[in-house]
């Protein structure tokens, strides 16, 4: 079977209901049934609510049991959403049922926090948060707040090596490890190009880069976060202080960012 190409995943912790009776439900089971979950989706398919999300998270974060979020339209169901979460209640194995109801125009989840990713504390930071950060700082102060990004990508990515290498082993893997771990958080999905450990030199390409998306219209390369990244992680990986170049940007017109990760003191001599 075939890989399936990547397709977008929307994070529904944030919903526009677009005028339609949306509402969500925490719901938490007492152990982790998959038969608990049909009966749940039956009850709405019962009333003609239609399912428009279904979300679960770990039982190691809840530690009582399973805890699922639903989304469901109740345009066309003559059912009250405090009637629904009434009968789910009944369902054997669910400890609370608890409902959570449009500001306006939106659904915001507001009863799931903190969230975590792995066994780390997350947040969901959407466009016009990440512009606010990387964009309009640059544009206001220049080259001193690009400096400061791309430290603080080398920092990020010495933590995630920090992290990935308690798990996994070897260079290639830890590059693939990386790898994973950008699209995870929906940052970029980079491919090795070339690893020669020697020199050392390695070539890195990203596609759908967040931050260079940011830039699009600059007439130079735009990444310094992620360029630092690469720099940071790859210079644990060979145990060397490394630098990254942008030669190819998506901000600029190229059809994807490459990086060239050499040592610093060569960087520095050009």
Do not use: W
């Not at 260079?212 to 145990?239: M, Q, T």
């Amino acid at each position: 079977m075939e890989p399936r190409m990547f397709c977008p995943l929307h994070i529904g912790n944030m919903l526009r209901t677009n005028g339609h009776k949306i509402y969500g439900f925490s719901i938490l089971v007492s152990e982790e049934e998959a038969e608990t979950l049909y009966e749940v989706v039956r009850v709405f398919k019962k009333y003609g609510v239609k399912l428009i999300q279904i979300m679960g998270s770990t039982p190691l974060l809840v530690k009582k049991g399973y805890l699922t979020y639903v989304v469901g339209d109740f345009t066309d169901s003559e059912i009250e959403p405090q009637t629904l979460a009434e009968e789910i209640r009944r369902l054997s194995s669910i400890e609370d049922v608890c409902i959570i109801a449009p500001i306006d125009d939106l659904l915001v989840n507001t009863i799931h926090f903190p969230l975590f990713v792995g066994d780390s504390r997350a947040m969901i930071v959407n466009e016009p948060f990440m512009r606010a950060i990387i964009r309009r700082p640059r544009e206001r102060f220049g080259s001193g707040v690009e400096a400061y990004q791309y430290y603080e990508g080398k920092f990020i990515g010495e933590s995630v090596y920090d992290a990935l290498s308690l798990f996994i082993k070897g260079r290639e893997k830890l590059i693939e490890g990386l790898r994973a771990y950008l699209i995870s958080i929906g940052l970029a999905v980079i491919e090795l190009i070339e690893l020669n450990p020697d020199k050392p030199l390695i070539i890195i390409r990203a596609y759908d880069s967040f931050e260079c998306e940011l830039g699009k219209g600059s007439d130079r390369p735009y990444s310094h976060i992620l360029r630092g990244i690469l720099a940071g992680f790859l210079g644990r990986v060979l145990n060397e202080n490394l630098i990254a170049r942008e030669v190819r940007c998506i901000a600029k017109g190229d059809e994807y960012c490459e990086y060239e990760i050499t040592r610093e003191e060569e960087e520095e001599e050009d």
